[in-house]
């Protein structure tokens, strides 16, 4: 059985016992979190579409660490007036153990 949640206005395709990376939740370490915006939920023999969701599905998950990704760096630069300027960025992320997908 998996489903499809939205969570920081992104989707994510999700089994029991995967680990996923998503936006910052700003949840303690080892709390449990509920995912109500269930877009899709398949098991082996049916599916489930929602519009837009799905009533009464539910996807749990359980905080494992915040973190930050990688650093992304942009650069800008014009030639011949010396110009350029260099930035960089670090997304803050929450890492979530789903525990159980439920309809």
């Given at each position: 059985?998996y489903?499809?949640?939205?969570?920081?206005?992104?989707q994510?395709?999700?089994?029991?016992?995967?680990?996923?990376?998503?936006?910052?939740?700003?949840?303690?370490?080892?709390?449990?979190?509920?995912?109500?915006?269930?877009?899709?939920?398949?098991?082996?023999?049916?599916?489930?579409?929602?519009?837009?969701?799905?009533?009464?599905?539910?996807?749990?998950?359980?905080?494992?660490?915040?973190?930050?990704?990688?650093k992304?760096?942009?650069?800008?630069?014009?030639?011949?007036?010396?110009?350029?300027?260099?930035?960089?960025?670090?997304?803050?992320?929450?890492?979530?153990?789903?525990?159980?997908?439920?309809?």
């Amino acid at each position: 059985m998996y489903a499809v949640i939205e969570t920081g206005s992104k989707q994510y395709k999700v089994n029991q016992g995967d680990i996923i990376e998503v936006e910052l939740l700003g949840e303690a370490p080892e709390a449990t979190v509920k995912f109500d915006k269930v877009l899709l939920v398949a098991s082996d023999d049916k599916i489930e579409v929602g519009t837009p969701y799905v009533a009464g599905a539910k996807v749990s998950g359980k905080v494992l660490k915040d973190f930050q990704s990688d650093k992304v760096t942009t650069f800008k630069y014009k030639n011949k007036i010396n110009y350029h300027r260099t930035k960089g960025h670090r997304q803050p992320l929450t890492q979530v153990e789903i525990q159980e997908v439920s309809f």
